[in-house]
């Protein structure tokens, strides 16, 4: 049973251009998560998802920044513009049931830089 | 804000002997508190939760101690090996909110041969 994926794992984007961050779910996990982490520093929410629906995007920044988890696909985070600021380490985890949400596995991220 | 953090962010141990990582957290409604396992270049690695209605979890090797009075956690990891040099991460969740997880900063634990 294959892990939580992500690709990129390093990404690198001058400022201005967007950037395109791919996850795959763990099989059978119908919730996702991204979390974004600075360095030296913890994980932050950003957005909760589940099949076509947004659930909590109360971490994601009001703009550049957007999610989405087709019906069939992966989980596609999105940010325009990207500025230095946008460099970080960004994790998503997936987790199988409503009752199971506190379970949540983490892929390896996709490390992006900004230049 | 509720936040979690950690009392100290390094920690040096000896190759077997035990090793102890304290968290403390400011949200009383937390339903759930996970430890999870950080290694340079890679994602978090769950280890182990405990429920708010619970004061100790066992795991294999691992155990979680939640003191819910003055709002502690810590993990207790016994003989410790090289192999568990990394960052620990201790979070919290409530399930109304979804469940999205709030981490801590992290404590670096680094085991000496």
């Known amino acids: 049973n294959a892990g939580v994926m992500q690709n990129p794992r390093h990404l690198v984007r001058r400022r201005g251009q967007e950037a395109r961050l791919r996850c795959s779910p763990m099989?059978?996990?119908?919730?996702v998560y991204w979390y974004r982490q600075l360095p030296e520093e913890g994980l932050k929410f950003m957005v909760y998802?589940?099949?076509?629906?947004?659930?909590?995007e109360s971490g994601m920044p009001k703009e550049r920044f957007s999610a989405e988890f087709p019906k069939e696909g992966p989980s596609i985070l999105r940010i325009q513009q990207v500025v230095r600021g946008d460099s970080a380490a960004y994790f998503c985890?997936?987790?199988?049931?409503?009752?199971?949400?506190?379970?949540?596995?983490f892929g390896p991220g996709t490390r992006l830089t900004v230049t | 804000g509720e936040s979690v953090g950690l009392h100290l962010p390094t920690l040096s141990v000896q190759e077997g002997d035990n090793s102890i990582i304290n968290c403390a957290y400011s949200?009383?409604?937390?339903?759930?508190f996970i430890w999870y396992k950080q290694e340079s270049g890679k994602g978090p690695q769950f280890i182990i939760d405990?429920?708010?209605?619970?004061d100790k979890r066992q795991g294999q090797r691992v155990t979680v101690l939640l003191n819910k009075t003055v709002k502690h956690l810590s993990l207790q990891i016994a003989a410790t090996q090289p192999g568990d040099s990394a960052v620990y991460f201790c979070?919290?969740?409530?399930?109304?909110?979804?469940?999205?997880?709030?981490f801590g900063e992290g404590t670096q634990l680094t085991v000496n041969p």
């Open positions: 405990i429920r708010s209605n619970m």
């Open positions: 099989k059978g996990h119908s919730h």
């Open positions: 998802l589940q099949k076509e629906n947004i659930i909590d």
């Open positions: 979070a919290e969740t409530q399930e109304t909110s979804g469940s999205r997880l709030t």
């Open positions: 949200n009383s409604a937390s339903d759930y």
């Open positions: 985890a997936s987790s199988p049931r409503p009752e199971q949400l506190h379970e949540q596995y």
